[in-house]
């Protein structure tokens, strides 16, 4: 479990879990207790069921915060939002990011496959220029992308148990981007 576990024990030691039980409880749920866990899959539910419009409406907002992650995409560079939002290839992506976040819930019992599906997403990232700085800039945006969608339902459990799972996804993603780097440095 290797990456995974070391962020683990980091976030116990982050949030100051004491007892073998709350050990054991984050551990199992690769840091999330069981609350947070079912608050997160439940918050989910919500998004999950247009998938292909809420990754658009979340990329939107993304792009008017931080329209510097449009670099990340060449071929819609100088484009206004108006006009990829009609390109297939753009909805494409934003439909995928939010198939791959509905892997994400799916897997938080699976500690093992998730951290492999996080550090290939890091090292595939790496390869095409995005830097770890756009993950957080992503999380940022997905929480006040929650919050506007679903108002009062994104209650402080929700918002806390989201950004202690963002996180620790984008923990592992630098994993996979870092890893990435010594491997291509290793292949010069």
């Known amino acids: 479990m290797g990456a995974l576990a070391s962020v683990i024990c980091a976030l116990i030691r ?50 008017t915060e931080y329209p510097n992650n449009i670099e990340y995409f060449p071929g819609f560079c100088g484009m206004k939002l108006e006009e990829f939002n009609r390109k297939p290839k753009f909805i494409a992506h934003a439909k995928n990011v939010f198939y791959d976040l509905s892997l994400f819930v799916e897997c938080l019992d699976e500690p093992d496959e998730l951290a492999e599906i996080l550090l290939k997403t890091g090292r595939d990232h790496h390869n095409i220029g995005v830097p770890i700085v756009a993950f957080h800039e992503f999380a940022i945006v997905f929480d006040k992308f929650l919050a506007s969608k679903l108002g009062k339902n994104y209650t402080p459990l929700a918002k806390k148990s989201w950004t202690k799972a963002l996180s620790i996804m984008n923990t592992v993603i630098k994993n996979g981007i870092e890893n990435q780097k010594t491997d291509n440095l290793e292949k010069e």
Do not use: D
């Open 14 to 63: 982050k949030f100051c879990i004491r007892s073998p039980r709350q050990v054991e409880e984050v551990h199992n749920n690769i840091g999330l207790t069981a609350e947070e866990k079912q608050t997160i899959i439940q918050i989910w539910k919500h998004v999950s069921q247009n998938l292909k419009q809420e990754g658009v409406n979340f990329f939107n907002m993304l792009f």
